[in-house]
């Protein structure tokens, strides 16, 4: 009988059209305090360009906040910016997450020079 906690999968929203994870529900998923989270992306933001991150309006911010808690998020993560949290982020989960994504990587493309030379 597995009593493990079911994993926190975060909950997907729509911005501007678009699909996205916003920053209060990516510090849960990686266990961070959402203000630290916010800070190493504004540290960090050479690692998060357009087409990882979008930086949210103070309305679009406010229509949000309900769903954060209450605090305004200022950010919204594509897959491809929620992968670079996990580089970024100091948490045992952030780091098991990355050092996983790396691994994946690796072998899916060991998988492709394998099918090549078939």
Do not use: H, K, W
């Amino acid at each position: 009988m597995d009593t493990s906690p079911e994993p926190f999968v975060p909950p997907v929203v729509t911005v501007r059209g678009l699909r996205v994870v916003l920053d209060a529900d990516a510090a849960l998923l990686y266990q961070v305090p959402a203000e630290e989270l916010r800070r190493q992306v504004r540290r960090q933001a050479r690692r998060f360009p357009e087409d990882f991150m979008l930086c949210l309006s103070p309305a679009e911010g406010a229509r949000m906040a309900g769903r954060c808690g209450g605090a305004p998020p200022r950010f919204a993560f594509f897959p491809e910016g929620i992968a670079m949290l996990a580089a970024i982020l100091d948490s045992p989960l952030a780091v098991n997450g990355n050092v996983n994504m790396t691994r994946a990587f690796v072998y899916l493309d060991r998988l492709s020079v394998v099918g090549q030379m078939n």
